[in-house]
């Protein structure tokens, strides 16, 4: 082994860790010393949204100690931030394996460090600790979760007092701080217990009561109360409130799927617990399928994420990407709102870079300002404190399966979003007609924009260093064309500057500086390559138009573009 992680792997062995932890890394070095090596050859990094890892012993891995560690960092930048102000944090956590466990031992620290902690009493949907970050003006927050990772992750997510993910100044200041953590002998492990308060339904019941006044059509839901909807928690939080607040919506048919109904860490129905993967919706396709409902819905682990399964027009079912069931969304808020008379004219929209233009176009034709944000939901929550007063936010999303509607919540909220989502078919019902054919028809309105995405997963010590390669690649060498069509503007987010290719004009791109490249097309497609920030893997997304004349041409040319999306991964040799 490498003496520098053999020194790490003795540091613990003799140092004041518990008799637990040194009898697995005992057992790893006579068993596993690969993994022991993994676990150990590096200090999990706290990024800029906080820690992601599986768990286990060492530095590299999710444990009572690197969480300690983190905490004590965070609570340090918050104590010279406040001074004397007493600080108050929010706690809360999800399903997964030692979620409860890591919850309470950051709650002990907080309290150590004199702040005044509010832990949930058991799991919930991370929308409600952004939302109770704000209802109780709260300094900050914690929720403990790895979203859609598999069960060996999990994580710890920090929050500023806007209930919005750390961005600048806060999250390289935390992160400087948390690196100088050098040793557990610097974590203040236990506090005083009357420092932390312990929160339960009556946070729930305000939470419910704001997502209930996002309705805008609560009269049609009066019509269509028996809209039969299939959900999913697929073993997560939402099953903490997603039930609840569409009872409170009106909803009286809803039928929750049984198999992926109770919480469970080991998420024993999936592989990944991602509303994005079909796998995992599988068993609520066949529910919806079996009791011919009109909607499916599926939250992830922490409920940040929606997706939703619909009858295409020959009645079979399918699942609706993150872009398609965001464009769905935003044109439901702005027409209804448009049509309610309460559509301001400083009224606004915010969505990622790699969601489909789409949404702008919808956006455009109703007069509505759409602002475009690197990915991750903290841009948004950044954007609406930056326009607050002056510009009035109503909706925002990413392709990624998350939406965020209203402002009261500053983070993906997939709770209110099963409830408009539902609002949204029962509307479509009442007129007859199905959100499929709902999102055809914005097709042929505004064209036929179709999106595919892959991700390309490097493991172990080298996967980072091949990501960053094939990234310096891409900046060194762009590609020219890409499936015969030449490419026309390159965009370097790092470098923020965007290029034109064919005049070499240059011109500043006025975002923080993100690792993402995007290449357009002389034909308009787009595509996007973005190392993620959590994981060993980097994401390609691609974006295609063509006009769709009638609604009856929908298979065929959806057939085209799909076939022009392989093509172009096939072309740059991505799989």
């Known amino acids: 082994m490498d003496a520098a992680i053999q020194e790490k792997v003795n540091l613990w062995l003799n140092g004041d860790y518990d008799p637990d932890t040194k009898e697995k890394i005992t057992r790893l070095q006579k068993e596993n010393p690969e993994e022991l090596a993994e676990s150990f050859y590096q200090n999990l990094e706290f990024g800029t949204g906080g820690l992601r890892g599986i768990m286990g012993v060492g530095t590299n ?14 609570a340090n930048y918050l104590s010279k931030t406040y001074g004397e102000t007493e600080v108050k944090v929010a706690l809360a956590h999800d399903c997964r394996n030692n979620s409860r466990f890591f919850a309470e031992t950051a709650a002990k620290v907080f309290a150590a460090n004199g702040f005044k902690v509010f832990l949930f009493e058991d799991l919930r949907p991370t929308p409600e600790l952004s939302f109770t970050v704000r209802h109780l003006s709260c300094h900050a927050g914690v929720v403990i979760t790895a979203s859609h990772n598999p069960k060996e992750y999990n994580g710890y997510k920090a929050y500023w007092n806007d209930g919005g993910q750390l961005v600048a100044p806060h999250d390289k200041n935390v992160i400087k701080e948390v690196d100088a953590i050098t040793g557990i002998g610097s974590v203040q492990w236990e506090g005083n217990p009357e420092n932390i ?15 209930k006044g996002l309705s805008i059509y ?6 269509q109360k028996d809209l039969k909807i299939v959900y ?109 008379g309460i559509l301001k004219p400083n009224d606004m929209v915010v969505k990622t ?8 176009t919808i956006a455009q034709a109703y007069g509505v300002n759409c602002y475009n944000v690197l990915t991750g939901f903290k841009w948004i929550a950044e954007l609406i404190k930056e326009k607050e007063g002056k510009e009035n936010y109503i909706v925002g999303g990413e392709e990624s399966y998350g939406l965020m509607i209203g402002d009261q919540v500053r983070d993906k909220d997939a709770i209110a979003a099963v409830a408009i989502i539902c609002e949204m078919a029962a509307y479509e019902k009442d007129k007859g007609r199905s959100l499929f054919q709902k999102l055809v028809d914005l097709y042929v309105q505004y064209g036929f924009y179709k999106e595919g995405l892959i991700s390309i997963t490097k493991k172990g010590m080298r996967g980072q260093d091949e990501i960053a390669e094939m990234m310096k690649g891409y900046r060194e060498n762009p590609p020219t064309s890409i499936n015969g069509s030449p490419v026309v503007q390159l965009l370097d987010y790092d470098q923020k500057i965007g290029k034109n290719l064919t005049t070499n004009e240059s011109w500043e791109i006025h975002l923080p ?6 290449f357009v097309l ?11 920030g959590t994981e060993p893997k980097i994401k390609f997304y691609f974006s295609v138009k063509t006009e769709l004349d009638r609604a009856e ?12 999306i392989s093509s172009i991964i096939e072309d740059m040799k991505l799989k």
Do not use: C
């Open 197 to 211: 308060s312990i929160l339960g339904s009556g946070m729930d019941d305000a939470y419910m009561d704001m997502a």
């Open 353 to 360: 870079i790699v969601t489909t233009e789409l949404v702008d």
């Open 61 to 74: 891995r999710m444990n009572k100690y690197t969480i300690g560690m983190a905490t004590q960092g965070f």
């Open 232 to 340: 999913t928690p697929i073993h997560g939080s939402g099953i903490t409130l997603a039930p609840k607040l569409l009872e409170k919506y009106g909803f009286t048919n809803v039928t929750i799927v049984e198999e992926q109904s109770v919480p469970d860490g080991n998420f024993p129905t999936v592989v990944y617990p991602n509303p994005e993967e079909s796998e995992a919706m599988s068993i609520g396709l066949k529910k919806a399928e079996e009791i011919d409902a009109d909607i499916l819905l599926g939250t992830d682990p922490d409920s940040d994420r929606v997706g939703i399964g619909v009858k295409d027009n020959a009645g079979n079912w399918i699942l609706v990407n993150g872009n398609q069931t965001a464009a769905l969304v935003f044109n439901y808020v702005i027409e209804a709102r448009k049509v309610k």
């Open 553 to 564: 041409d929908y298979d065929e040319i959806n057939a085209e573009l799909d076939a022009k």
């Open 513 to 518: 500086k993100s690792n993402v490249l995007q």
């Open 218 to 223: 609560p009269e049609v839901i009066a019509r």
């Open 522 to 532: 002389e034909d308009g497609t787009k595509i996007s390559a973005r190392p993620s």
